[in-house]
């Protein structure tokens, strides 16, 4: 199964900058998506792009794919303490819908 | 917020115990899946099914067994519990088309001494 890989680990910034985290994976695809996770708690769906996208917008995130290089980035613009959290992205290879999560980036929003 | 729940949410326990993992959702989904996860770590898939009376081994392997007799229960049960099982374990539901997107409970974090 796909192993999405995200990176950078882990990333501290201040609110109000952007935070940018990549994702890249080993086989083809059916869609990519991203999720957020805050302490100890369950994940939360932010964003879905599908293999024929490139682009793709909502409020403030924006997510591209390359699936020439395999790889997926996720921006947060303008962020707020609230974005603390863990992101991951999950790769679905398509027909059965089991996702393959990623190890996740840690995001610090500094007030 | 998703109509996915789990209980307990926290639960100590000592080595040797049987335990069941309680997950339920009300959103009508017939996929349903158990994720192991680890503090800081990726998820791993240990078990899923695509409906009623059907239940799939993971790509993790896991000593625990699941059951799904209802549409809207997936439990999870451990026979005999081992510190190794010491993890979080986050249920999640889909639909089978349409919106591939999974939904979460809120996660059982469990702690075998």
């Known amino acids: 199964s796909q192993q999405g890989e995200e990176d950078p680990q882990a990333l501290s910034i201040q609110e109000g900058e952007n935070a940018t985290m990549n994702c890249s994976y080993k086989?083809?695809?059916?869609?990519l998506q991203w999720y957020r996770q805050n302490s100890g708690r369950g994940l939360v769906h932010l964003i879905l792009?599908?293999?024929?996208?490139r682009e793709k917008h909502s409020g403030r995130l924006r997510v591209t794919l390359d699936t020439s290089k395999k790889s997926s980035s996720l921006l947060i613009t303008a962020s707020r303490a609230a974005d603390t959290a863990s992101y991951f992205c999950?790769?679905?290879?398509?027909?059965?819908?089991?996702?393959?999560f990623g190890k996740g980036n840690q995001v610090v929003v500094i007030p | 917020e998703a109509d996915i729940y789990q209980t307990p949410r926290y639960l100590v326990i000592g080595t040797g115990k049987k335990i069941t993992l309680e997950c339920s959702q009300t959103?009508?989904?017939?996929?349903m899946y158990w994720y192991q996860q680890d503090p800081g770590m990726e998820l791993h898939l240990i078990h899923y099914?695509?409906?009623?009376?059907?239940?799939e081994k993971g790509d993790l392997s896991s000593e625990s067994t699941v059951s799904r007799i209802r549409t809207e229960h997936f439990p999870l049960t451990l026979e005999s519990a081992r510190p190794s099982h010491t993890s979080q374990y986050l249920c999640?539901?889909?639909?089978?088309?349409?919106?591939?997107?999974?939904?979460f409970g809120p996660g059982t974090r469990l702690t075998v001494l």
């Open positions: 999950a790769t679905d290879g398509g027909g059965n819908n089991r996702l393959a």
């Open positions: 099914s695509y409906g009623v009376n059907s239940t």
């Open positions: 086989t083809s695809i059916n869609n």
């Open positions: 792009i599908r293999s024929n996208e």
């Open positions: 999640a539901s889909s639909r089978w088309t349409g919106r591939p997107e999974q939904f």
């Open positions: 959103m009508g989904h017939d996929k």
